[in-house]
């Protein structure tokens, strides 16, 4: 074997004897069709020879695509230059629809608007006019009254003129024994004289009046933009208490002493009388709002799905943990609950709330609660939150679910208590 092994070295040896090599240290390497000059010594990375004429041609002719694909590649960049300028065309179109569209939203907005003011220039108009109409029958009444004194001014004029002339021939009156001059009763002011004066009573009524509308109008303008971010709120069976009852819609709670036939569910809460939304606000901006005037004592506002549900503690309760936030009415007092710090609420008047609104900016971590009918801001929280309620910062982490409690109301409340979720086209 080992005789085998050592001749066809010795053989191989012969072989290349008979080659010429290009150099020493340097071997020759040939394969397909392409020669390398391979130089082990140096350690360099292998250099092919230049290849001949011929083989160059030949390589460039296989590299060179046939006529059919030149043909077909150039239909195919045709097309796509056809897909392009149509997709640009399309695009542009789009843009010139966008300014066509927001001029004529702004011609209808601009009609909205010349509406309201056509309105209210008609009724200053007809306010104008009652109280120039006014004016002129006061007037009226007061030139003939005028006209009244001026006659009985002259006659006391006449009056005057005759006593003087007969005074200045008195003595000649005493010799005939014809002296007569004539009497003239005096003339006292009218009681309804006093009466004679413009409608000031109605005037203060109109004045009290264009302030209210005044008032509810530019309410009613800001309530307008919270209600672009407005997001129908359907209530979550599951999680309802088993006193509380909810519509078909989703929308009516009404809470009864008598707790519902129901399986337990595990997002049901079972001590606190309390429900939640089923949708959560995840991001952007959105504002609901809540019908409470048939309830005596409520709980509204927002909470993390993390809100205890099996007990009684803090923890289960809206505005008593760090996860949740609400406006509460209690004993005919407000309060604005968080981290278990409540303060009284802003700009509350003697007569109670008929529907608090609920705006969420959750990106800026924003939570604003209004009384939507007045809009007056009833708390805010934000990142710049009141040191009451021990948050040095403030952010949303969490989706913040809607939600309401029912509270303990007084003794002679009158039971059921019934709470509504606001939809659109009733606002």
């Known amino acids: 074997m080992a005789e085998k092994s050592s001749q066809s070295v010795g053989d191989g040896q012969a072989a290349l004897s008979g080659l010429t090599l290009p150099s020493a240290g340097i071997h020759g390497v040939q394969q397909d069709g392409q020669s390398f000059a391979l130089d082990f010594?140096?350690?360099?990375?292998?250099?092919?020879?230049?290849?001949?004429?011929?083989?160059?041609?030949?390589?460039?002719?296989?590299?060179?695509?046939?006529?059919?694909?030149?043909?077909?590649?150039?239909?195919?960049?045709?097309?796509?230059?056809?897909?392009?300028?149509?997709?640009?065309?399309?695009?542009?179109?789009?843009?010139?629809?966008?300014?066509?569209?927001?001029?004529?939203?702004?011609?209808?907005?601009?009609d909205c608007f010349e509406n309201m003011r056509a309105v209210l220039?008609?009724?200053?108009?007809?306010?104008?006019?009652?109280?120039?109409l006014d004016l002129k029958r006061t007037r009226t009444r007061l030139d003939q009254v005028l006209r009244n004194w001026k006659q009985h001014q002259d006659k006391v004029g006449k009056s005057i003129s005759s006593t003087q002339r007969a005074l200045s021939?008195?003595?000649?009156?005493?010799?005939d024994g014809k002296g007569h001059t004539e009497?003239?009763?005096?003339?006292?002011?009218?009681?309804?004289?006093?009466?004679?004066?413009?409608n000031e009573e109605r005037f203060e009524r109109l004045l009290k009046t264009l302030s209210s509308i005044s008032k509810s109008l530019k309410a009613q303008l800001q309530r307008k933009t919270l209600l672009l971010d407005f997001s129908p709120v359907?209530?979550?069976?599951?999680?309802?208490?088993?006193?509380?009852?909810?519509t078909s819609e989703?929308?009516?709670?009404?809470?009864?002493?008598?707790?519902?036939?129901?399986?337990?569910?595990?997002?049901?809460?079972?001590?606190?009388?309390?429900?939640?939304?089923?949708?959560?606000?995840?991001?952007?901006?959105?504002?609901?709002?809540?019908?409470?005037?048939?309830?005596?004592?409520?709980?509204?506002?927002?909470t993390y799905a993390s809100l205890h549900r099996k007990s009684r503690d803090k923890g289960a309760k809206l505005g008593r943990n760090r996860n949740?936030?609400?406006?509460?009415?209690?004993?005919?007092?407000?309060?604005?609950?968080?981290?278990?710090?409540?303060?009284?609420?802003?700009?509350?008047?003697?007569?109670?709330?008929?529907?608090?609104?609920?705006?969420?900016?959750?990106?800026?971590?924003?939570?604003?609660?209004?009384?939507?009918?007045?809009?007056?801001?009833?708390?805010?929280?934000s990142s710049a939150i009141t040191a009451?309620?021990?948050?040095?910062?403030?952010?949303?982490?969490e989706p913040l679910y809607p939600a309401v409690r029912f509270l303990r109301p007084s003794e002679n409340q009158v039971w059921p208590n019934h709470l509504e979720l606001c939809h659109f086209n009733a606002l």
């Not at 059919?68 to 149509?86: D, H, V």
């Not at 789009?94 to 209808?108: E, G, N």
Request: proline share 3%; net charge positive; hydrophobic share 35%.
């Open 388 to 397: 009451v309620f021990d948050r040095a910062h403030h952010q949303f982490t």
């Open 324 to 381: 949740s936030w609400c406006v509460e009415l209690r004993n005919r007092n407000l309060w604005a609950w968080h981290n278990d710090r409540h303060v009284v609420c802003h700009g509350v008047g003697q007569t109670l709330l008929r529907k608090v609104g609920v705006w969420v900016n959750y990106d800026e971590s924003q939570l604003f609660f209004y009384d939507a009918d007045t809009m007056t801001v009833l708390q805010r929280f």
């Open 250 to 302: 989703g929308r009516a709670l009404t809470y009864s002493g008598t707790a519902r036939s129901a399986l337990d569910h595990p997002l049901q809460f079972d001590k606190v009388c309390c429900a939640l939304g089923a949708s959560p606000v995840k991001a952007g901006t959105s504002y609901w709002e809540v019908d409470v005037r048939c309830c005596s004592a409520w709980a509204v506002g927002v």
């Open 234 to 246: 359907v209530m979550d069976r599951h999680t309802c208490h088993s006193h509380i009852t909810v």
């Open 121 to 132: 220039k008609k009724d200053e108009q007809a306010i104008m006019e009652s109280l120039d």
């Open 41 to 110: 010594n140096s350690g360099g990375v292998a250099q092919p020879f230049p290849r001949s004429p011929k083989l160059q041609r030949k390589v460039a002719k296989a590299a060179q695509p046939s006529k059919e694909q030149l043909s077909r590649c150039l239909e195919e960049l045709q097309a796509e230059k056809s897909k392009t300028e149509a997709h640009i065309q399309s695009l542009k179109k789009r843009k010139a629809d966008l300014c066509r569209r927001t001029d004529m939203m702004k011609h209808q907005v601009h």
């Open 183 to 198: 009497s003239l009763s005096p003339k006292r002011p009218d009681a309804s004289e006093k009466d004679i004066r413009l």
């Open 169 to 175: 021939s008195s003595c000649a009156a005493e010799g």
